[in-house]
């Protein structure tokens, strides 16, 4: 089925779909909207299988160019708004695109050509391609990302049954729509729930007066944005009163942080956990969840924790690779081989993530493979790391990346955002140094204005490394 249709070819409720800072639009009228813009792009020479490229900044007109290209039988390549000309470019080359929305300009001069909207939505198989989103990028250059009708309408599946929103209520998506987070967790999932979807470009004090203003009930946000709750004055002027959960995605989220957010707002938090190869969802924390726990796999999910090296299958409790297989994993990736560089192996993919199961099957994530400090024989997690340097006072942010020691091994360094207390390197490492085993003492500390970040919220190792 075409994911489009699965949204909207059923009885719509006459109520608000999606509100930006601009306007709001009703169900049936961004039915009608879609089609009507799919007939633009149909008149104007796209058809079924051409690549159409989206640079556009959260709200209705991503919202309905998005489906709209869907709807045409056409193949959707979200860019996002923060990425520069160059970059843009080879992205749009590298997916084979033959058109490009970048503004609303471009969207009414579409819409200006003489056209005829869509009496209904292209016809779709479940191989068919639909969207070509980028991966992250975070360990190397972004690759195009295979995902078919089939892998999109899986995960919706999957993960609105996980989610609980439900008809009518409110959901506050601010993070990118461009990102594969955003696009199926924030935008296309609520929407097959029938909630409305209240977005805009990201703004801290706008997305935490959206809480009081829309009276929002589940609120979508990544590490920072709890970073954000846990330290803003602004919080504490807030009502949240209506909101009933918050959904982190993204990055890992600390438990330390989590709480520090719970704490300002009152509202509980679940982690959940996906990435561009799977649509994304894969693992969303239940009610029984630990806190760092991004709890169990999706309905129709199966879990693998592999060794790296030997690819022996781990047991409870063992640290591993995380494999995992499932109706919303990527047909591949764009112009790749069948093993797609080695990410499928006979239908698994590998995460690229160290975890370890409970006896229960939740899943804790450890940290990336490639991100591990090496040293002088151990296993060194960042995040395990970044976890206790947040719990030190003066501490604002921090991340741990691995530098080069006087004897050319591997050494945790911290890069840490202070406060103004003037917490001082020696202090820090020995807080550090009396919770943790002697090889995981951190060994030098930089102090610098922020941590980098990509737009989805993941940490930037590889620039503070640099």
Known sequence: MNLAALLFDATLPSHTAVVDPDRSISYPQLRADILDLAGALHSSGIRAGDVVGIQLPNGIDFARSFFAVLAAGAVATPLGTHLSEKDAAAQLREAGAQLALRSGADIAALLKQPHTALADFAAAREQDLACLPFSSGTTGAPKAVELTHGNLCANVLQFAERVGITAGETCLSMLPLSHIYGLTALLTVPLYCRARVVTAPFSATEFLRNHERWQVNTTFIAPPLARLLAQHPLVDEIDFSHCTQMISGAASLPSTMARAAMQRTGVPIRQGYGLTEASPVTHLS?????????????????????????????????????????????????????????????????????????????????????????????????????????????????????????????????????????VEAAALMRFVAERVAPFERIRQVRFVESIPRSAAGKTLRRVLRS
């Open 286 to 422: 239940v009610a029984e969840s630990p806190l760092n726990s991004i709890g169990p796999p999706l309905r129709d999910t199966q879990q693998r924790i592999v060794d790296p090296l030997s690819l022996q299958e781990r047991g409870p409790g063992e640290v591993g690779e995380l494999w995992v297989a499932g109706p919303q994993v990527m047909r591949g990736y764009s112009g790749a081989g069948p093993d797609s560089y080695g990410a499928l192996v006979e239908g698994w993919l590998r995460t690229g993530d160290m975890a370890y199961t409970n006896d229960r099957g939740e899943v804790f994530i450890v940290d990336r493979w490639k991100d591990i400090i090496k040293s002088h024989g151990f296993q060194v997690s960042p995040v395990k790391l970044e976890e206790i340097v947040l719990s030190c006072p003066g501490v604002l942010d921090c991340a741990v990346v691995s530098g080069a020691g006087d004897d050319g091994e591997e050494m945790p360094v911290a890069c840490v955002v202070a406060d103004d207390s003037g």
